[in-house]
Nanobody
């Protein structure tokens, strides 16, 4: 059973950067697509990044495109979400999740953040706060 754990969150000033890590409990994540989601206080959870680890395909929500980048980590069971030019609106709890479809981002781009793909594997979430 795959387990995921996020790290790297914290407090950052507007315009600053953070890098989140998502580590899986198995040897490699390349059979999965990793999704990054966030939930701000009082708001619904939203998908921000999709990373099909096997072929490197990435896709992003419009709100973060050009500022966030998903990539392989330093180990085959680790992926990163680099977040730059952070705004106060980026504040929230960030989660990584995994789905068994290794090509989801390109196969179903229009629906890649739909709940039906992300039922099984979630991290515990980590707080990101953008504030002066």
């Amino acid at each position: 059973q795959l387990q995921l754990a996020e790290s790297g969150g914290g407090l950052v000033q507007p315009g600053g950067s953070l890098r989140l890590s998502c580590v899986g409990s198995i040897y490699t994540l390349d059979h999965y697509t990793i999704g990054w989601f966030r939930q701000a206080p009082g708001k619904e959870r939203e998908g921000v990044a999709c990373h099909s680890v096997k072929d490197g395909t990435t896709a992003y929500a419009a709100s973060v495109k050009g500022r966030f980048a998903a990539s392989w980590g330093d180990a085959p069971n680790t992926v990163y979400l680099q977040m730059n030019s952070l705004h106060a609106e980026d504040t929230g709890v960030y989660y990584c999740a995994a789905t068994r479809d290794p090509y989801l981002c390109s196969r179903d781009y229009a629906r890649m953040f739909k709940d039906e793909y992300w039922r099984e594997y979630w991290g515990q979430g980590i707080q990101v706060t953008v504030n002066t």
